[in-house]
């Protein structure tokens, strides 16, 4: 096989610039690479060339071998004289090409003449493929008003085909609608800005549509085409303005502070943040009547009331509100100022007011000895509509705020006077509500707080601050200090209290015990002499008379209990008389109470206990599967008829004696510890049933003089089918132990529904022993 070769002869072809001389070299032919054009349209086998072997003399001993890819199905060769076709049309894009191996074998002997050698076939490309964008379509923004040449966006078409060959995958853009607006990089797809002081408020979204051609976009090149969506965004470029340079609102004088007077809103052509405004006010001939905020969401102006109105004071308000974007783009600073003023003209309207009361709150003081329809004082409330009648209304006292009528108002004048005594140790405050309504009109009404205070005067006596109750020893000293006093009242005098002690006169001349006044509204309890003697007197009630010093005095006596005692020599009490123990163990009406309710309880669980017992006594005599008393049990069984002969056996209850003597009874201790107890034999009966009746009289017997039954009835059940039917028993425990004796012609005489029972029992004793 040929295989390419590079001959070694060379030329001298000159001399470069240092003289040195140049050589060529003779290239030979290239016989390992093959070229193929793609899309071959033709009918034939494209043809892709010729193999030849050396060793080949023309005499058809040479075969050639094709083996790589596509050898076999795209690629065919003649073994003979080795030409290689295509059977395919083959497409570039898809495989660029391919690597086939050749070899040259004897076609007798299959040995190889030569070494296998390599070769590769490549496709040609031809323009076949069209550009194609990435993306279809595109969508850009750019800022409005941007100058010429700003980047938009940059698009890009793709080429199947062979860049390296030919100027197939050289792709040229241009822009084909969207001018003069755009413009597009033909080398690179950038689009750009082509017209200055585009507006978004003008026209915001563009179509652009953009081509891309092959063959650097010369006649017969292939093209592609996408479609841009731009849009300008916004910038602020654009100030707020009012619609209007006059805004007039009108509003009730009764409207609440904070309340919405009215809402003004300034256009703005942008959008969004760029679009957010702020206003102020920046003059007003009413200050700080009124203010004004921004709403986010709608961007107006919102006018609040911060002060009341009144409209028979100021009847109209001038206020100057001014506009002013919260974002000011710098660039737009030379568009002027972003800002606008408009004037707010604000009328009040009149509206019929309730009562106005002078004050907003009352504080009135009367004394607690006030006689009843003393007046207190007085309210007053005028119409605010007509400052010059000030009675046009009527007073009430609210009741819910006055449930015991202390109080009452005169209806015209507003005089608040009392109805009930008062008492200042019960309530030293009234608060109640005084309503004043228009006669004109009860709907308006107003209300306010009235509150009356209670002063105090003398008209409580002092008293002992507690029940004293003390002891004295029998041994005590003269002058000794045995308890220490004090007193209350309930009176609240401006300089506070003053009390004063002393022993009752009527006490004084016989005293055993003398008061002594502290001064400081405390007094001691003195003893008057050195000894005392219980059994002589075991109790003392010294009165002391307590007095408050005030205008008018008042006075009272209070009693002061003191025990007399044995004590040690420290004057530790050790014994009193038992009048003394008595009450200092003596139990409260409470605790007495408390005592009985606790052993009514423990009563009725007492009673409960018991009763809860006694039922528990009461138990079933059958409590368990083990008791051995003959029980009454159903069993449900069917017994097998007149061929079942192990059943039961009635031949036992027809002959006693049958019975085996060691069979033992359940009710019964073993026949170890009691001998058996022999059983008469009883002649036999007339009665047919004469047999049962006296077993059964037997069982009965030995029951009766058994000592080791159960001392309580037991029921035995002997079932024994009697001979009241007509038919007689058809059960083979009454039959005889041969079926000669028996007869059963008759069953022939009982109609159709005994015929099978006389087939098989009836007839001559020949049948039957056939």
């Not at 008003?145 to 792709?171: F, H, K, L, P």
């Not at 300034?266 to 700080?288: F, K, L």
């Amino acid at each position: 096989i040929r295989t390419p070769h590079v001959d070694e002869g060379s030329g001298l072809t000159g001399q470069d610039a240092n003289g040195v001389p140049l050589r060529r070299s003779k290239r030979g032919w290239m016989w390992n690479q093959f070229f193929l054009l793609e899309e071959y349209t033709g009918t034939d086998m494209q043809y892709v060339g010729k193999l030849h072997s050396d060793g080949d003399r023309g005499d058809g001993s040479v075969r050639y071998v094709l083996t790589g890819e596509g050898a076999g199905t795209l690629f065919k060769i003649d073994e003979k004289s080795g030409d290689i076709h295509a059977t395919k049309r083959l497409d570039r894009e898809e495989k660029a090409y391919y690597i086939l191996h050749a070899k040259a074998v004897n076609q007798f002997t299959n040995e190889a003449l030569e070494g296998e050698s390599e070769f590769i076939i490549k496709i040609h490309d031809i323009n076949d493929n069209e550009p194609r964008f990435t993306k279809d379509p595109y969508m850009a923004s750019v800022p409005e008003m941007s100058d010429v040449g700003t980047s938009v966006i940059q698009v890009t078409a793709i080429d199947a085909d062979d860049a390296t060959y030919g100027n197939s995958a050289r792709v040229v853009y241009s822009i084909l609608e969207g001018q003069p607006y755009f413009s597009v990089d033909p080398e690179t797809g950038l689009i750009k800005t082509a017209l200055p002081g585009m507006d978004r408020e003008v026209k915001e979204h563009y179509q652009v549509v953009i081509q891309a051609k092959d063959m650097a976009g010369q006649m017969g090149g292939l093209s592609g085409t996408t479609t841009v969506s731009i849009t300008l965004s916004d910038v602020n470029d654009n100030p707020p303005r009012f619609t209007k340079t006059l805004y007039e609102f009108r509003v009730p004088e009764s409207n609440e502070l904070g309340s919405s007077v009215g809402a003004i809103r300034a256009m703005d052509a942008d959008i969004g943040p760029n679009a957010e405004m702020d206003y102020r006010i920046i003059g007003s001939d009413g200050p700080g009547m009124f203010d004004v905020t921004t709403n986010r969401s709608t961007q107006e102006g919102v006018i609040l009331l911060r002060k009341p109105l009144d409209f028979e004071k100021k009847r109209q308000y001038s206020l100057r509100i001014q506009v002013e974007n919260s974002h000011i783009n710098p660039h737009f600073y030379s568009s002027g100022p972003f800002r606008d003023e408009a004037t707010i003209k604000i009328v009040v309207e009149d509206v019929d007011e309730p009562p106005l009361f002078e004050r907003a709150s009352y504080i009135m003081e009367v004394k607690e000895d006030a006689a009843r329809n003393t007046i207190v004082g007085s309210v007053s409330a005028s119409d605010p509509d007509d400052k010059r009648n000030v009675l046009l209304c009527r007073y009430t006292i609210d009741r819910r705020t006055d449930m015991d009528r202390v109080f009452n108002i005169h209806a015209g004048n507003g005089s608040v006077f009392t109805l009930r005594d008062l008492d200042r140790e019960e309530s030293a405050w009234h608060n109640i509500s005084v309503i004043a309504t228009e006669f004109n009109n009860p709907r308006l009404m107003s209300r306010v707080p009235v509150y009356i205070r209670v002063l105090d005067v003398n008209d409580n006596a002092p008293t002992f601050a507690t029940n004293y109750e003390t002891f004295v020893c029998e041994n005590a000293k003269a002058n000794q200090r045995i308890q220490t006093v004090s007193a209350t009242d309930p009176d609240e005098p401006l300089g506070g209290h003053r009390f004063t002690f002393s022993l009752a006169p009527e006490a004084a001349g016989k005293a055993n015990f003398s008061v002594r006044d502290n001064k400081d509204n405390t007094a001691w309890i003195l003893t008057r002499r050195s000894s005392y003697n219980s059994l002589q007197k075991s109790v003392y009630h010294v009165p002391v008379v307590i007095s408050d010093g005030e205008y008018p005095m008042q006075s009272s006596t209070s009693t002061l209990t003191i025990r007399v005692c044995t004590c040690d020599r420290e004057g530790n009490m050790k014994l009193c008389n038992p009048e003394a123990l008595t009450a200092r163990v003596g139990l409260s009406t409470g605790a007495l109470v408390a005592i009985l309710l606790c052993v009514i309880i423990l009563l009725i669980i007492v009673v409960l206990f018991a009763a809860l017992r006694r039922q528990r006594k009461k138990e079933p005599l059958i409590i368990s599967k083990e008791d051995v008393r003959d029980n009454v049990v159903s069993y449900n069984d069917e017994g097998g008829g007149e061929e079942d002969t192990q059943a039961f056996d009635i031949g036992t209850l027809r002959n006693p004696e049958a019975i085996e003597d060691s069979k033992q009874r359940r009710d019964i201790i073993p026949e170890t510890f009691y001998p058996p107890v022999r059983r008469p034999v009883l002649p036999p009966s007339r009665d047919n049933n004469g047999d049962v009746r006296d077993f059964i009289n037997q069982r009965l017997q030995e029951n009766d003089s058994d000592p080791t039954a159960p001392p309580y009835d037991s029921l035995a059940t002997y079932a024994y089918e009697g001979n009241g039917s007509v038919a007689e028993s058809l059960s083979s425990l009454e039959s005889v132990t041969t079926e000669g004796d028996q007869d059963y012609n008759y069953l022939s005489e009982w109609g159709p529904r005994f015929k099978k029972l006389a087939d098989m029992y009836g007839g001559d004793d020949s049948d039957r022993d056939s």
